[in-house]
């Protein structure tokens, strides 16, 4: 049996509590080394974890021969640089979700990984979760057979709660600040909105996926209308039309011991459900619940899906060595994750009412009429009009 050669960049949260432990565990791949730029951070990890090799940074991993993929949870000011050096060096990446911060940065992975000859898989776990899956299916067999007509209406709503679900998975910490970064983000964006674009986008990119991937990558997607609210610019409703289908976007945030999403695909004559668990629960699929109102006798089923008892997590990953070891195409592949960076950059647009640089054309993305925004910054009061450019690139420390 062949074995993928692995390096791991990043001993984050993400790292130690959820895709190193799975790389270990997975019989086809090795994990040869890992990258920290907190260097004490990354000795106790190596050390607690057996792990033979540390890097002071990306840059040198990615130059190690004996690595033939790449596994990156930088934080999301600087995963996706680190995903593009990684493929130039001839690695396959697999990438924490957001993929990009803006569509300029994602059209960028995407060049890469078409140059570089190797490819990119972000690590959207929902599409790896056996709940999903079986939705996904009936979806698609629906859809086929016409037996509950067309589809008419999505809902995805998503009021979050805890993610970690008491995931007990020891992780090292230290009083270690990484370096300063610069933080790309779209070059419309005003400064002052940007730390709620990346949060809006840095949760919801996993929702607005999801819905995507259940209408089968229809398309275009277009935002028909957003409705967030200004203070924290992430509480609120978007209307997106996926390929003809009107799909609801609902965000928010609630004291939840649970995990409060679900999604529901309404056809003409039933509907397929799905609630969502808690992010880090271990081995609790998404529930599957299929109403079946298309003929006299009135059916509402709840499946149990194959392969339920598997962490999407753990999923995500054996999907990942196993595809790069046969070749064959990624579920959730980088091509695909540029739609989600437009999908946000046109969300954020119309909410803020400035138009994005390079909008498409049409009806749905026309933004309403934009008010200069005013902020009082370090060197003065700046205003930035409607659409101008800035920097796009911001220190973050
Ligand atoms: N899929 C999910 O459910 C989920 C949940 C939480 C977070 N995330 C994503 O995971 C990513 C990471 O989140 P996290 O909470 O683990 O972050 P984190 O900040 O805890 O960890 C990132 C680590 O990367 C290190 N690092 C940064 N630049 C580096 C470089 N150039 N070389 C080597 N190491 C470097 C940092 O020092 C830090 O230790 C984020 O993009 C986030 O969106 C996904």
């Not at 130690?16 to 019989?27: E, G, S």
């Not at 859809?143 to 009021?159: D, K, M, W």
């Not at 020891?170 to 370096?179: A, G, V, W």
Request: glycine share 8%.
């Amino acid at each position: 049996m062949s074995i993928l050669r692995m390096g791991y960049v990043g001993c984050g949260r993400m790292a130690q509590r959820v895709h190193i432990p799975n790389i270990i565990a997975l019989d086809a791949c090795e994990l040869v080394a890992v990258a920290e730029v907190c260097g004490r951070l990354g000795e106790r990890v190596c050390q607690r974890l057996g792990i033979p090799r540390l890097y002071p940074s990306h840059r040198e991993l990615v130059q190690d021969p004996d690595i033939q993929a790449v596994a990156v949870s930088g934080h999301f000011y600087v995963q996706g640089q680190i995903a593009i050096d990684a493929l130039k060096a001839g690695k396959d990446v697999f990438m924490e979700k957001p993929m990009a911060v803006s569509v300029e940065q994602a059209e960028r992975i995407v060049a890469a990984e078409r140059a570089s000859g190797r490819r990119l898989m972000v690590a959207y776990m929902k599409r790896y979760d056996p709940g999903n899956l079986a939705v996904k299916r009936a979806v698609e067999q629906f859809t086929q057979s016409g037996e509950l007509g067309e589809i008419r209406y999505v809902r995805n709503h998503g009021f979050c709660g805890d993610w970690e679900a008491g995931l007990d998975v020891p992780e090292d910490r230290t009083e270690e600040k990484p370096p300063p970064v610069y933080s790309v983000y779209p070059p419309w964006l005003i400064e002052e909105q940007i730390r709620r674009y990346l949060g809006y986008l840095q949760q919801y990119t996993h929702n607005v996926n999801l819905v995507r991937w259940f209408l089968d990558g229809r398309s275009p997607v277009r935002v028909r209308a957003v409705d967030l609210d200004a203070d924290n610019g992430m509480r609120g409703v978007v209307i997106l039309d996926v390929g003809g289908v009107r799909a609801v976007i609902e965000s928010g945030s609630v004291a939840y011991h649970g995990w409060d999403e679900h999604t529901q695909i309404y056809f003409e004559k039933g509907w397929v459900r799905t609630e969502a668990p808690p992010l880090l629960l271990r081995n609790a699929p998404a529930t599957v619940e299929v109403y079946n109102g298309s003929r006299s006798r009135k059916v509402c089923s709840q499946i149990f899906p194959e392969g339920g008892r598997e962490w999407s997590y753990k999923a995500e990953m054996r999907h990942f060595v196993e595809s790069v070891l046969s070749g064959q195409p990624f579920r959730s592949p980088a091509a695909d994750a540029l739609e989600d960076a437009r999908v946000f950059e046109a969300v954020y647009s119309k909410h803020l009412g400035i138009p994005a640089v390079d909008e498409p054309a049409g009806e749905s993305y026309r933004a309403v009429p934009a008010q200069p925004e005013t902020r009082a910054g370090a060197a003065g009061p700046l205003t930035v009009a409607p659409g101008r450019r800035t920097a796009g690139r911001r220190r973050v420390s």
